[in-house]
């Protein structure tokens, strides 16, 4: 895998030359979450659950969710390649820090720091040790939201 075609379609969003994917068939949706249950979230190796026609926000940290690992606002598209199942926190976790990035770049990131990005969330979701390595700062902000969240979490949950 790689995430060459999503690079290119990235930078043609960012040129105005491709419009932004639709929103993710919902019997598409279905069919990858189905996939995911009982199995292992490739970035925290919790096992996702599929919650077959629930709603669900935060309360459900192991919830398998289909992320787009380049994000539809960078350009991402809904192709096979660029979908993967992951755990309810870690995919919060990775926008939330995806955010504040956008944030500090006043949501116009120049194209080289949208690239960057990019990188990042492809290794993020594969090869979390590699992520580390290779993009310690954007690593850490995705353990610091991590961290934050399931405090949060366990908060709430002592509350209750």
């Known amino acids: 895998m790689s995430p060459e075609q999503e690079l290119m379609r990235a930078r043609e969003f960012s040129q105005g030359l491709v419009k932004l994917a639709a929103p993710l068939v919902a019997s598409r949706k279905a069919e990858l979450l189905s996939k995911a249950d009982g199995r292992r979230c490739p970035s925290c190796a ?27 606002k960078l350009g991402g598209s809904n192709e096979q390649w660029n979908l993967i199942a992951r755990c309810n926190l870690c995919n919060r976790s ?12 006043k949501y116009n990131p120049p194209w080289q720091e949208k690239k960057r990005m990019i990188q990042y ?8 040790f590699r992520a ?20 949060k979490l366990m908060e709430r949950e002592v509350r209750e």
Not at 48 to 66: C, I, Q, S, W
Not at 121 to 128: A, Q, S
Request: with cysteine; charged share 25%; net charge positive.
């Open 46 to 72: 919790c096992r996702m659950e599929y919650l077959r026609g629930k709603k669900f926000g935060h309360e459900r940290p192991n919830a398998a969710t289909v992320e787009h690992i380049c994000p539809r």
């Open 121 to 128: 969330l492809w290794v993020e979701v594969h090869d979390t």
């Open 132 to 151: 580390q390595e290779l993009y310690p700062d954007m690593f850490a902000s995705f353990q610091t939201k991590r961290r934050s969240m399931t405090t």
């Open 94 to 105: 990775s926008g939330h820090a995806m955010n504040e990035w956008l944030q500090r770049h």
